[in-house]
């Protein structure tokens, strides 16, 4: 079945660290990826997306990830993270082939920014 | 990308009660999801709902618990059927944008009491 795993659960930075935040897909096959973010008391927010084509993708805000299809990985990154990034991180996955198109979500990483 | 009305935001209701949540898209989609947000956790996808079929459950999530309608290409309604406490959670409805990724509704914040 498809899943998405989120390694770390909970993460607590210094403003200026650098982030790596992992995500593992389980699917095999052609797979669209996604990382969501969702601030406190807002809503889910849409950080980037991979389709196909260059495997390095940047999104809004700085964050950036890389699609490594032999570790079956889609980590995002942001070399220098700000309080304001203090949020929930969610990476989700979708069958590229499938006409089903359901999204389906790790279990969400709570990343703290120290000031 | 799609513009996605859900309503009502928030509620709060007795158990053993039922709540219909109802999702207007501003194009017209395919399919429109349905997902879960517990406290404190991830989104659990709860069912996909395509017009003029059934929808399509995902384990552990059953129709007469969350019977769901698709009369039209932008509208659907989920309703949570004889609520009890653990149902307190946000559910949000979701359509693919195509090339933008997918577009979620505000959420609805259920409590039950």
């Known amino acids: 079945a498809q899943s998405v795993s989120q390694h770390n659960h909970h993460v607590i930075l210094s403003e200026a660290a650098s982030l790596e935040l992992g995500c593992n897909y389980s699917?095999?096959?052609?797979?669209?990826l996604f990382w969501y973010v969702q601030y406190p008391g807002q809503h889910l927010q849409l950080l980037l997306k991979?389709?196909?084509?260059?495997?390095l993708v940047k999104g809004i805000k700085g964050f950036e990830a890389e699609f490594i299809k032999s570790k079956f990985s889609f980590n995002l990154r942001k070399p220098s993270v700000q309080w304001s990034d203090t949020a929930e991180y969610f990476c989700?996955?979708?069958?590229?082939?499938?006409?089903?198109?359901?999204?389906?979500f790790g279990q969400g990483t709570t990343l703290q920014v120290k000031p | 990308s799609a513009v996605i009305s859900q309503k009502p935001s928030r509620d709060i209701c007795q158990r053993g009660t039922s709540l219909t949540i109802q999702c207007q898209v501003d194009?017209?989609?395919?399919?429109m999801f349905w997902y879960r947000q517990q406290p404190g956790q991830s989104l659990t996808l709860i069912a996909t709902?395509?017009?003029?079929?059934?929808?399509?459950?995902e384990s552990g999530f059953v129709i007469d618990k969350f019977p769901i309608s698709r009369p039209n290409l932008t509208f659907s309604t989920l309703t949570v059927s004889n609520m009890s406490p653990e149902d307190s959670s946000i559910y949000l409805c979701?359509?693919?944008?195509?090339?933008?990724?997918?577009?979620f509704g505000s959420g609805t914040r259920l409590t039950v009491v």
């Open positions: 989700a996955s979708r069958h590229g082939s499938s006409n089903t198109g359901k999204l389906i």
């Open positions: 699917y095999g096959g052609t797979v669209n």
């Open positions: 991979y389709f196909s084509g260059d495997p």
């Open positions: 194009s017209q989609v395919t399919m």
């Open positions: 709902a395509n017009q003029g079929s059934e929808a399509t459950y």
């Open positions: 979701s359509v693919d944008s195509g090339g933008v990724g997918y577009t």
